[in-house]
């Protein structure tokens, strides 16, 4: 049998309301005061056996303290080094932390430019422990570089910027390695001749302007991912990004043509620059670990005004004369559209098989089943949702009408079957219609708010209600 070990990055709080373990929702684990002892004996010891374990919670409760990273199933190693810390973040993320760390080491990062942008992702790939980082630039620190440039100082005026932060870095981390090439990209076979070896491409420069499409060339044509980012007016850009299999590639947002800058210089700002370079360090990390699925295809913006990072899909134009990538449409980007469609679809045709067993075969208790078919269908809905509370509440609204709408349709069918259905000849029959009319429209729309309701409840206070009497076990 294992043994478990409280994570030792585990934040474990006392408060009104009982013993939290972990801060963010997702793993939140809270005990009850009078079950304090149970988060003692885990404080207390340095693991604690499986066994031992069933005999303080049941079986439910420990998986839920394993899945929400409170207990491992191993001990974590290296706590006193270097990356301590950042195992701690690991252990959060991944049930094999060490094997973030020895991918990170065993990586090498090709970051062309090592001004604004590229200098502070250096350095964030080098406080991680990416193994091994080729610089490159030709360009000296100057004065107007230090409003967003933090990895330079006064002294290094006139220096060359490649000699300057590669010295600061092997300083700062022994342990990796620093290659400085002090050069300038003037073509596509530049970048190709950087690239053996080479797991991931940071593009930091802006000039010269064809340098987009030779470093999109060059990495789609050795299967390099890349990661670009900079600056329009006051907003940060990251991305598009190239990530060979799973995206597409700078090419397909079709030819930009002869676009050439006239006039002006590019502004900048020292926080928004952190920003958009931590953004890219981060996607770096995602692409070099293997869980990179949510940055293909996306373009990131960071509004300075409204402090918010937007997300916009990457559609390619035409047929990538690069990648060979075919035109797409939007809907294809977006899964849930298809699975939201489909859904619908079988809960209508469910309804419909419900009405006519009900009505034609006398088996009332289908509707009952349907009733309890759609209350099960909450945590399905959720997910094709993608868990986004906007677009379920609104798809529970959808199902709530089109069982309503069922209903409906079983009362008409069930009074023209029974032969209740008889034209007005008066105008007192017919008042007397159109006012039971807008009674059965009223109560089912009562029904669809109600239903509606119900199901936004159940989706909103069941997990709570089960984590609640699950504290008790």
Known sequence: MADYHLNPFCFVTDTPGGVILNAVPDLRVTFAHEHRA???????????????MLKLIAPTRLRELVSKKVLLERPIEGLDGRYSRQLGYFSMTSDTPEAFGQALANAHVLILGVGAIG?????NLAAIGVGRITILDFDVVEESNFNRQLMYTPADLGQLKVDVIADAIRKFNPEIEIVALNRKIESERDVSDLLDGVNLVVKAIDTPEE???????????????????GFLDYVGVVGPNYIPGRSSCYACLGDPGQIRRLHGKGATFAPLTTTVASKIAMIAFKILIGDDENFADKIFSYDTRLGRWFVEDVIPAAQCPVCSSAPITRETIDPRRTNTILFRSLMTAAMLITVVLREYFGQELIGVLTFAAV?????????????DAVRTRREFFVISAIYIGSSLLAL???????NDVMLPHSMAQLFDTVRAICIVVTQAAIGVTALFI????????APKTLSFFNQDI
């Not at 149970?38 to 031992?52: G, K, N, P, T």
């Not at 200098?119 to 350095?123: G, I, K, N, P, T």
């Not at 008409?412 to 029974?418: E, W, Y």
């Open 38 to 52: 149970i988060v003692d004996v885990l404080i207390a010891r340095a693991s604690v056996s499986e066994q031992d």
């Open 119 to 123: 200098s502070h992702v250096l350095w």
């Open 211 to 229: 340098s987009n499409n030779w470093v999109n060339s060059a990495c789609v044509a050795a299967r390099v991912p890349f990661v670009i980012g």
């Open 375 to 387: 209350l099960m269908s909450i945590p399905v809905i959720d997910a094709i949702q993608g868990h």
């Open 412 to 418: 008409i069918l069930g009074a023209i079957n029974h």
């Open 454 to 461: 119900g199901m936004c409840g159940l989706l909103e206070y």
